[in-house]
């Protein structure tokens, strides 16, 4: 949520400073928003140079085509998602404070700004806007008037203020200097040659350098062209080794795909293969990214919990049919945000999974710190490496998908299921429930499945043409049985976030205790059948179901396993993935529900990548 810039180089001013944030700012409009703004540092010493618009940033390119800024040294950019007032001109960021001498961005939510304006209002402060963020730019306007470097002014505010939020700011006495802090929101630097860049995603510099820094809670950086100064809140410096961004910028292009979504889906296989690549240490164990949570602890677990939110959630609930199966404890899954607040029993014994595509999640990453409070281990499966998830919790798995920039995530999910796969079979082994022998099997039937991904992909286009005529549904309902069930909730989740239609999926064996009242005729129903094979297997249950729904007109496409023809006979088409363990057939089942989703909002005429209302990270609770 927002999107954030910050750059500062050497040499005469020029154009450099803009070009790098408007495109950093194109490459941040995944995270969803509603204005844009830049502000430039320029000769003036007085006054910084600034433009912004509500909407697109198409607006603002228009607002600077028509009406340049003076080229510079400095700049910061702002994508916004808007929480306190309406997303106008007049709200969006950046805000001016001194005069126009200072220039201030902020992503998330100052929680005692209401205080501190009324504060600012008896002194005689005017505000030009309705947001918090301008009562920040105000109280560092006061802190460098009384004599205080920008950096230091920074320090000073943020020991006042109280929530969630980056800042960046610039000062037009300041030219060579980009200064900026957090607490509960993202923020890393990028370390270039005579220049230096922040963003609150690599993505937003990454064409530019792939060597990056952390910045972790509660401190203050400054970049100047000749290098990077971190503190705590306090001025002690500190000192922090750069990682390298092992994707480039053509990893967040499309690829010669119409969409973000489509080339991500295509990028399945590889995020799966990628997700189980280099996992066997020397000794022919399995292995975590980072942090280390010791043997005795993992075998006195009584009871695993995973937090997440949305998608995630779902990757949790697949994995909870593994994990307790091959490991033989039970698993919660929980919502993130309902986690800490209905008093959770969770103690030494609890192990936490905390999953979050971007690793910012708020509501992840409040539920982590309440659990650890609890003194429970907690192991973080997240995409990006040096999230604030990834560096609180105890252990971290990678799941290597390289940048998802869709809002509505697929290729994350299917690599979140396979990273809890990877944690289940690191359990089984650790505590002994499964044979050396068991293991290499289960490996070896998760290293088959990228080449099936692809098989899925590649006769994916019946399913794209029923989408294309199914534009004007308003309603589709979703179904399935065990690890069929999350993947007919994700098919929903997937059609309500791309196409806003309604959909709703549901436990196939549910459906007689009351959903079964919304079928009527003609009613599109999606079926995720569970193979025949298993001496177990719920395939004659889920086909009961099928007939229910045909009985009161429904019209039924299911999802079926290669080689089981008895669903031809319940379905009005059926669209087959090839055939898996039972466990391991949502990387499958799940991909045909995407394709769906895609096609049909894109018939509808709907901007698949940036769906309304919807931003990809949500760094506010």
Same mark, same amino acid.
């Given at each position: ?144 008037? =009384? ?58 510099? /990454?064409?530019?350098? =792939? ?53 991500? /889906? ?34 006195? /677990? ?165 989408? =294309? ?63 025949? =094979? ?24 299911? /999802? ?62």
């Amino acid at each position: 949520m927002c999107g954030i810039v910050g750059y500062v180089g050497s040499g005469a001013p020029g154009g450099r400073p803009q070009g790098v944030v408007m495109s950093g700012l194109a490459r941040l409009e995944y995270r969803g928003y509603d204005s844009a703004g830049i502000a430039v540092v320029t000769e003036d010493t007085e006054r910084v140079a600034m433009s912004k618009k509500a909407g697109k940033l198409v607006n603002l390119e228009k607002e600077l085509a028509e009406r340049p800024l003076a080229p510079g040294t400095a700049a910061i950019g702002h994508t916004r998602w808007a929480t306190h007032g309406a997303p106008t001109d007049a709200n969006a960021h950046p805000h001016l404070a001194a005069g126009g001498r200072i220039a201030i961005i902020h992503n998330g939510i100052i929680e005692n700004f209401a205080a501190l304006r009324a504060e600012l209002l008896d002194e005689g402060v005017e505000f030009l806007s309705e947001t918090d963020t301008e009562v920040a730019g105000h109280l560092l306007a006061r802190e460098v008037d =009384r004599g205080l470097s920008l950096a230091d002014a920074m320090r000073a505010i943020t020991r006042r203020l109280e929530g969630a939020f980056t800042l960046l700011a610039v000062d037009a006495r300041e030219p060579r200097s980009v200064v900026g802090a957090r607490r509960n929101s993202p923020l890393v630097i990028g370390l270039g040659e005579g220049e230096n860049f922040l963003g609150s995603d690599v993505v937003a510099f /990454i064409e530019h350098t =792939r060597d990056a820094l952390e910045l972790h809670q509660d401190e203050v950086v400054e970049i100047t062209p000749d290098g990077v100064t971190i503190t705590d809140i306090r001025g002690l410096v500190v000192e922090r080794e750069p990682y390298h961004v092992d994707w480039d910028a053509s990893a967040a292009q499309k690829g010669g795909f119409a969409t973000f979504m489509e080339k991500e /889906i295509h990028d399945q296989p590889t995020a799966v293969a990628d997700t189980l690549r280099g996992r066997i240490d020397e000794h022919g164990r399995l292995q975590l990214d980072g942090g280390m949570i010791h043997e005795t602890i993992l075998n006195s /677990i009584d009871k695993i919990i995973v937090v997440a939110c949305g998608t995630a959630a779902y990757a949790g609930l697949v994995g909870r049919y593994a994990i307790e199966h091959w490991c033989r404890i039970p698993v919660e899954v929980e919502l993130a945000h309902e986690f800490r607040y209905r008093d959770p029993v969770v103690s030494v014994r609890t192990l936490v999974v905390a999953i979050s595509q971007s690793g910012e999640t708020m509501d992840t990453i409040m539920a982590v710190r309440h659990a650890q409070q609890q003194g429970a281990p907690v192991i973080a499966i997240v995409n990006s490496q040096g999230s604030t998830i990834a560096r609180e919790a105890d252990a971290v798995l990678y799941t290597r998908a390289g940048p998802e920039i869709a809002v509505a995530s697929t290729k994350a999910f299917l690599a979140q299921i396979t990273a809890v796969y990877l944690l289940g079979i690191y359990l089984a082994e650790l505590r002994g429930n499964k044979f050396p022998d068991e293991i290499e099997s289960l490996l070896d039937q998760l290293d088959a499945i990228p080449a099936k991904i692809q098989r899925v992909l590649d006769t994916s286009e019946p399913i794209r043409e029923l989408a =294309r005529t199914m534009a004007n549904e308003r309603t589709v309902l979703f179904l399935g049985r065990h690890v069929g069930c999350p993947v007919a909730l994700e098919g929903a989740l997937k059609l309500k976030e791309l196409a806003y239609i309604h959909a709703e999926g549901f436990a196939a064996g549910e459906l007689k205790h009351g959903p079964i009242a919304l079928v009527e005729e003609g009613q599109p129903v999606f079926i995720v059948l569970p193979s025949p =094979r298993g001496r177990e297997s719920l395939h004659s249950k889920v086909i009961s179901n099928v007939q229910e729904v045909r009985a009161r007109g429904a019209r039924t496409f299911v /999802i079926a396993e290669e080689g089981d023809k008895e669903a031809e006979n319940y379905a009005e088409q059926v669209f087959y993935v090839p055939s898996a363990p039972v466990l391991m057939t949502p990387l499958l089942s799940v991909v045909p529900l995407q394709l769906f989703a895609l096609e049909l909002a894109a018939a509808k005429g709907y901007d698949v990548d940036q769906p309304r209302n919807l931003a990809k990270s949500v760094t506010v609770e």
